[in-house]
Nanobody, 130 residues
Framework: QLQLVESGGGAVQPGGSLRLSCELLGRTYGRYCMGWFRQAPGKEREGVAA???????TYGDSVKGRFTVSRDNAKNTLDLQMNSLKPEDTAMYYC????????????????????????WGQGTQVTVSS
């Protein structure tokens, strides 16, 4: 049974920074993508960033240059460093791991992590407000 546990959300003023972390429990082998998604009230879920086993990354256009995704394969952890936060970044942020899913949510251009994400965490709230 795979489980993803996020941490690090909270409230911050515009221009501030936050770091989200995610731990993947129950999978210790294989090559797979991990990613971050977000969903604001009344909006569809949006891909934020993803990273493959080798460290290749892809980002959504709205966060490129401000957010950095990283992973530690030995520890099965995924991080998202968020800088220069804007009010429009306010959302519930979800950690996800590659797996079968009915929905396909590509993140950014290019060929990195063109997969479905079938395993999801419960989410952590990020609020950017003055």
């Amino acid at each position: 049974q795979l489980q993803l546990v996020e941490s690090g959300g909270g409230a911050v003023q515009p221009g501030g920074s936050l770091r989200l972390s995610c731990e993947l429990l129950g999978r210790t082998y294989g090559r797979y993508c991990m990613g971050w998604f977000r969903q604001a009230p009344g909006k569809e879920r949006e891909g934020v960033a993803a990273i493959d086993h080798d460290g290749n990354t892809t980002y959504g256009d709205s966060v490129k240059g401000r957010f950095t995704v990283s992973r530690d394969n030995a520890k099965n952890t995924l991080d998202l460093q968020m800088n220069s936060l804007k009010p429009e970044d306010t959302a519930m942020y979800y950690c996800a791991a590659e797996g079968p899913h009915r929905d396909y949510l590509p993140i950014g251009p290019g060929s990195v992590c063109r997969v479905t994400f079938g395993y999801w965490g419960q989410g952590t709230q990020v609020t950017v407000s003055s």
